[in-house]
């Protein structure tokens, strides 16, 4: 039997109630509506810990971030261990990447050192930086920095539909993997079709945003919205492309995100917290030859460590013992699995005093740790290892009343307690964990801006 391929579609930061198929009634998300209906759309996925950088090394490695070695964003990955590109090859896969990397430490704007692309024998991307209208790509090997008179995405999807037309002549099975860097802020940075696409005012809040800042998060949503729409396009490229060329049957086709973004719920911006809008990601898989039609997963999952066994699983590639996730394929047949943990795993591990001292990003400035669980019933939080927050989402989808000392909750309380301990013991995490050493060639956002520039105006326009 032909090996299938594997297409994985990343957008950063995007929540998992912004396409109309999860009932937004705004955002229009036809592509990503259609993939749903044809696949395996995962309702209840939920990322164990909501940063870029901890999730794509997930990724690339099916292990927890205390296992990866990578504890926050600007970090190199550490080598010494196995790696999903290279596992595909040892199987007969082709596999490239396109867009934004995150990686290989602290640089911004740069080349990814051939060591740090970790096995992929194509890579046409960046190391890091969010500057979607003024965007910056290397090509492999080639030391010259490009760019291009196309909106960011759109020539992205351009590379990876180039790649996989390659792979498709020389008959060779292949895994391209993208990045997009929107939906993630700076929400702005878009054309105006995108970014003026909704209106602020026809925007349906969250009952959770904050009066005050009710037009405040009505605008930044409007565009956010804006740049999901951009999402949808570049996906229904990529399915229309693999209609075309025939071998859509016979593609895992996967779309997913690392984390949401708070869009202002209860004052917040960004990522970075247990709450739904930080954890809760689009997660859906078309793979034809195995689902014939639409099913949906009620059944809680997590994908920063259920990917890379999955997409093993599906290409008949044995799964690593390591892996501490399981493969979703008998979820994908039967619509459930009793096999999968019944619980999303939560981790924030310590960053020293004095690297929140030197981080210029607030929502890294973590110096107290943070684990929980996330069940169908509850969300359950603890920090330093002392119950520190508690939510019954049955009754409380919003999260809102923190029931960790209500004593009508105690028992259940004591139950998570003490389910979490077990589940730390049996990962190998520890409280002790802590990130302490600051990241190599690390740049704070305002110098990142100015090496963009420089690096830009020497830039080769290239289409």
Not at 12 to 22: A, G, K, Q
Not at 178 to 194: F, R, S, T
Not at 249 to 264: A, E, K, P, Q, R
Not at 415 to 439: C, H, I, Y
């Amino acid at each position: 039997m032909k090996k299938p391929n594997v297409i994985l579609i990343y957008p950063d930061e995007m929540r998992y109630d912004t396409m109309s198929y999860t009932g937004n009634p705004l955002c229009q998300t036809p592509a990503i509506d259609a993939l749903a209906q044809a696949g395996v759309s995962f309702d209840n996925a939920h990322t164990s810990f909501p940063l870029c950088c901890p999730f794509r090394a997930s990724m690339m490695t099916g292990k927890y971030a205390h296992d990866h070695g990578i504890l926050c964003n600007h970090y190199k990955i550490p080598l010494e261990q196995e790696f999903l590109p290279n596992m595909m090859k040892e199987h007969g896969y082709r596999t490239g990447w396109v867009g934004k990397w995150h990686l290989n430490g602290g640089n911004k704007f740069q080349p990814v050192e051939p060591e740090y692309r970790l096995g992929f024998d194509e890579f046409i991307g960046y190391s890091r930086g969010h500057e979607y209208l003024e965007g910056i790509f290397y090509k492999n090997n080639d030391p010259t920095p490009y760019k291009s008179h196309k909106y960011e995405p759109e020539y992205q999807t351009d590379h990876l539909l180039d790649f996989a037309s390659r792979a498709i002549a020389d008959d060779v099975p292949f895994m391209g993997m993208i990045c997009y860097g929107l939906p993630h802020h700076p929400v702005e940075l878009a054309p105006d079709h995108y970014k003026y696409k909704y209106d602020p005012q026809d925007v349906p809040l969250s009952p959770i945003v904050p009066s005050w800042k009710a037009e405040e998060a009505k605008k930044y949503t409007a565009m956010y919205y804006g740049l999901v729409s951009c999402v949808d396009d570049q996906v229904g490229r990529v399915t229309q492309f693999l209609d075309e060329k025939g071998i859509a049957d016979n593609t895992i086709l996967i779309f997913v995100s690392d984390h949401g973004d708070m869009c202002y719920e209860n004052g917040y911006t960004d990522k970075y917290i247990a709450h739904n809008g930080s954890t809760h990601v689009p997660c859906i898989i078309r793979y034809p030859d195995l689902v014939k039609q639409g099913v949906k997963v009620s059944q809680i999952i997590d994908p920063t460590i259920g990917i890379t066994p999955t997409i093993l699983d599906l290409c008949g590639i044995d799964i690593p013992s390591y892996m501490p996730g399981k493969s979703w394929k008998t979820a994908m047949v039967n619509g459930a699995d009793p096999n999968l943990n019944a619980y999303s795993y939560y981790q924030l591990p310590k960053i020293s005093q004095s690297l929140c001292d030197e981080f210029d990003y607030i929502a890294e400035k973590k110096n107290f740790p943070e684990r929980g669980l996330r069940t169908d019933q509850f969300l359950y939080v603890e920090k330093c290892g002392v119950p520190y927050e508690m939510y019954d989402l049955t009754k409380d989808a919003y999260e809102q009343f923190n029931c960790v000392e209500n004593y009508n909750y105690l028992y259940e309380m004591l139950e998570l307690r003490q389910q979490l301990t077990n589940v730390m013991a049996e990962l190998g995490d520890s409280w002790d964990v802590e990130l302490k050493e600051f990241p190599e060639h690390y740049y704070k956002h305002s110098e990142g801006s100015t090496l963009h520039q420089e690096i830009y105006q020497s830039a080769v326009y290239v289409d």
